[in-house]
C-alpha cells in the first residue's frame, strides 16, 4: 500500500473513531441528564400532590366506607388531572379507586406493592416504542392506605437522545468528507517531494549523474533533499574520479604495450635479417647493436616498471639525511653521463637534514639530472641545490636547457608522456621518469613543482614542508 494511501486511510480512521466516542459520550450523558431531571420533576410533583391531597383528605370527613373512597378518589383524579400526567388511586388491596389514564397497563404493578409498603419509588417502562416514568407512593389517611401511582411519558427524552445520534452522524459525515479531502490533498502535497527524490534517485540510478533534486523546504524534506544532493554531487566526483582512473590505467596499458612493441618488433625485425642476409660483419654489427639497444630499452622499461610497482606497494624507510650529502653523491654518479656530453653539475646549499628513503630520493633524483643533462647542450650547468627558510627545506634541480612549453608542464609527469616523443626514444627514454619521481615525492608527502620555459631552462623543485 502506498505511504500517501496509509496517511489518508489512518487519518479517517483516526477521526471516525473519535467523533464516534465523543458522540457517545456526549449523547449518552445528555441522555442520563435529561432522565434524571425527569425523574426528579416527577418525584417533586408526586411530593407536591401527595402534600396537597393530604391536606385535602384531612380537610374533609373522615373516610369510613369503601364507596365513599372511590368518590374522593374520582374527586382527587379530577382535582390533579393533566395532559401528560396519569394519576391513579389505589386501595390498600391494590384495586384500582380511579385513574385519569387513557389507557390500562397490563403487567404486574411491582412498584404499588413496593408503595404498599411505605417505600416512595419509580420503574421506567417500555411500552409500544414508547417510554414512561412510573412513581408510587403510599398516602395514609387515619386507618385507610392509598396508594398514588403517578404515570409520566417520557418519550421525548429518548427521541433527543436518537435525535443527537442523528445530528452527530449527519455532522460526522459532512465532517468526513472534509477531513478526507483535507487529508487527500495534505498527504499528496507532503509526499510531492518524496516523488520528485525518487524520480532523482532513479535518474541517478540509470546513468544521469548530474541530476539533481530541485525540492526546496526549510523542514527536515528539505534537509533530507539537501543531503541527498551533497551525496549525489560526491557519487558524480566519485564515478568521474574512477572513469578518468579507468581511462588513465587504459592509456597506461596502451602505452605500454606500445613501448614494449616497439624494440620487440625492431629486435624480431633484424634478427629475422641477420638469418637471411649473407654474411657481412659491418652490417651484422650495426644490427647487432640495434639489438642490443632495444633489448636494453625493455630491460629499462620493465625495471622501471618494477620501480613504480614497488613504490605503490612497499612503506618507505624513512630516515633524517643530510640532503646535500645526498645531492653529491647524485652528482658523482651522474657526472660521467654530464661529462659526456659537456654538461658540469653543480652543487650548491648547506647541509639540512630531512626525512627520507635515502635510495628512492636518490633514484627520483637521478631521473632528475638525467632529464636536464638530455634537455642541456654542450658548456650549460645542471644545479642541484638545497635552500632552506622557516617554511622548510626545499631541493631542487635546475638546468639552462631547451625548456618547455606551459601546456607541457602540468602532462610531463604523466606516464609515457614525452614532449618530443622521437628525440626522447633515441636518447632512450620511455617516459616513466617523472611519473616515478612524481611517485616518490608524494610519497615522502613533499611537494613538486615544475618551472620551466622555452628556451630558458627547466627547475624542478621538491619541497619538504616543516
Ligand atoms: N629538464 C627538462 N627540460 C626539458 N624537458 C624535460 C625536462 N625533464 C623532462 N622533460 C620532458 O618531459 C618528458 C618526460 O620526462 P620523463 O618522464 O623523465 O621521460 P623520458 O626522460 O623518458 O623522456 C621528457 O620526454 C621531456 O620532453
Ligand atoms: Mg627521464
Same mark, same amino acid.
Given at each position: ?15 471516525? @473513531?473519535?467523533? #464516534? ?30 402534600? $396537597?391531597?393530604?391536606? =385535602? ?18 374527586? @382527587? ?8 400526567? =396519569? !394519576? ?54 387515619? /386507618? ?48 510531492? &517531494? ?8 532513479? #535518474? ?8 539533481? $533534486? ?13 543531503? *541527498? ?49 649473407? =654474411?657481412?660483419?659491418?652490417? *651484422? ?49 651522474? /657526472? ?14 648547506? &647541509? ?23 634537455? #642541456? #647542450? ?34 610531463? $609527469?604523466?606516464?609515457? =608522456? ?17 611519473? !616515478? ?21 627547466? $627547475? ?7
Amino acid at each position: 500500500m502506498k505511504f500517501g494511501r496509509k496517511i489518508f486511510i489512518l487519518c479517517l480512521a483516526v477521526y471516525i @473513531l473519535s467523533l #464516534s466516542v465523543t458522540s457517545i459520550v456526549v449523547t449518552e450523558n445528555t441522555y442520563r441528564n435529561l432522565l434524571n431531571e425527569e425523574i426528579e420533576r416527577s418525584l417533586e410533583e408526586e411530593g407536591n400532590l401527595h402534600s $396537597t391531597l393530604q391536606l =385535602y383528605l384531612m380537610s374533609t370527613q373522615p373516610l369510613q366506607e369503601r364507596i365513599a373512597l372511590k368518590d374522593y378518589s374520582k374527586n @382527587l383524579v379530577d382535582l390533579v388531572s393533566t395532559d401528560r400526567n =396519569y !394519576l391513579e388511586i389505589y386501595d390498600e388491596n391494590l384495586e384500582l379507586l380511579a385513574s385519569n389514564a387513557p389507557r390500562a397497563w397490563f403487567y404486574e404493578r411491582v412498584e404499588l406493592k413496593v408503595a404498599l409498603e411505605g417505600h416512595k419509588n419509580f420503574i421506567i417502562r417500555r411500552e409500544d416504542g414508547r417510554l414512561y416514568l412510573f412513581v408510587s407512593n403510599l398516602l395514609e389517611i387515619g /386507618q385507610e392506605k392509598i396508594v398514588l401511582a403517578m404515570i409520566r411519558e417520557i418519550t421525548h427524552v429518548e427521541k433527543h437522545r436518537w435525535d443527537q445520534y442523528l445530528f452527530f452522524l449527519k455532522t460526522g459525515l459532512v465532517g468526513l468528507a472534509v477531513v478526507a479531502l483535507v487529508t487527500w490533498q495534505s498527504s499528496i502535497f507532503l509526499l510531492r &517531494p518524496f516523488q520528485e527524490l525518487t524520480a532523482t534517485a532513479q #535518474s541517478i540510478a540509470s546513468g544521469n549523474y548530474h541530476v539533481r $533534486t530541485k525540492v526546496k523546504r526549510k523542514d527536515e524534506v528539505g534537509l533530507l533533499a539537501e543531503q *541527498f544532493n551533497l551525496m549525489a554531487e560526491e557519487v558524480e566526483r566519485k564515478i568521474k574520479q574512477l572513469e578518468e582512473q579507468g581511462q588513465r590505467q587504459q592509456l597506461f596499458i596502451d602505452n605500454l604495450t606500445h613501448e614494449l612493441r616497439t624494440p620487440l618488433t625492431s629486435i624480431i625485425g633484424y634478427a629475422d635479417f641477420l638469418l637471411k642476409a649473407k =654474411y657481412d660483419p659491418a652490417v *651484422f654489427h650495426k644490427s647487432l647493436l640495434y639489438i642490443h639497444a632495444e633489448g636494453k630499452r625493455i630491460l629499462n622499461l620493465a625495471k622501471k616498471m618494477m620501480d613504480l610497482i614497488f613504490i605503490r606497494e612497499n612503506p618507505l624507510q624513512l630516515k633524517e639525511e643530510d640532503v646535500l650529502a645526498i645531492l653529491v653523491e647524485v652528482q658523482h654518479i651522474m /657526472q660521467v653521463k654530464g661529462e659526456e656530453k659537456g654538461i658540469t653539475i653543480e652543487v650548491t646549499g648547506s &647541509p639540512a637534514q630531512v626525512p627520507v628513503d635515502k635510495e628512492l630520493f636518490k633514484t627520483a633524483l637521478i631521473n632528475l639530472v638525467d632529464n636536464a643533462i638530455k634537455a #642541456s #647542450s654542450p658548456g650549460q650547468k645542471v644545479i642541484l641545490g638545497v635552500k632552506q627558510d622557516n617554511r622548510g627545506t626545499e631541493v631542487f634541480v635546475a638546468d639552462q636547457g631547451r625548456g618547455m612549453d606551459e601546456e607541457h608542464v602540468s602532462k610531463v $609527469t604523466e606516464p609515457f =608522456y614525452r614532449v618530443d616523443q622521437s628525440r626522447s626514444r633515441k636518447e632512450g627514454g620511455i617516459g616513466l621518469g617523472l611519473a !616515478l619521481v612524481k611517485q616518490i615525492v608524494e610519497k615522502h608527502n613533499a611537494g613538486f613543482a615544475i618551472t620551466s620555459k622555452t628556451g630558458v631552462g627547466t $627547475t624542478i623543485q621538491i619541497k619538504f614542508g616543516k
